[in-house]
């Protein structure tokens, strides 16, 4: 409820209070006749006082239920933005490692050559020096 009509509202009520009080006090009436007229100015204004309550209570509620409502949409907001954002890191790290493992893949055949070419060459290398100690 807005303001204005928050002081719409408490206006209208203290009003009503008011001028029931001055009518029947200012009314020429015995005082049995004033003392029910009051009885009755009273229940009135009770009810009146308790259908404002009512109304003010249920649009408090209202008032609430939006607000929990935008709470769960802002929630809901961010969870899927930081979900988004954990899914890009995913991606990113996953690539990377994809990355890493290819390049692991091609050092470990460079190993693998490089043994190969060592081997060769120190069968060659055994091969000399046998041939140059039967050449001696």
Do not use: C, H, W
Not at 43 to 68: R, S, T
Not at 88 to 104: A, P, S, W
Not at 116 to 133: A, D, L, T, Y
């Amino acid at each position: 409820m807005s303001n204005n009509k928050l002081y719409f509202v408490s206006g209208l009520f203290v009003g009503t209070i008011i001028g029931g009080a001055l009518g029947v006090l200012l009314a020429p009436t015995s005082g049995e006749e004033t003392r029910k007229k009051i009885f009755e100015g009273t229940e009135e204004v009770l009810g009146n006082a308790y259908d404002q309550a009512i109304e003010y209570g249920e649009n408090l509620k209202e008032q609430l239920q939006d607000m929990q409502e935008q709470f769960t949409d802002r929630v809901g907001q961010y969870k899927n933005q930081i979900e988004s954002k954990i899914q890009e890191i995913q991606d990113e790290v996953n690539q990377d490692i994809e990355e890493l493992n290819e390049e692991l893949e091609s050092l470990q055949e460079e190993e693998n050559q490089l043994k190969e070419e060592i081997e060769e060459s120190s069968e060659e290398s055994k091969e000399e020096v046998i041939i140059e100690e039967e050449a001696k």
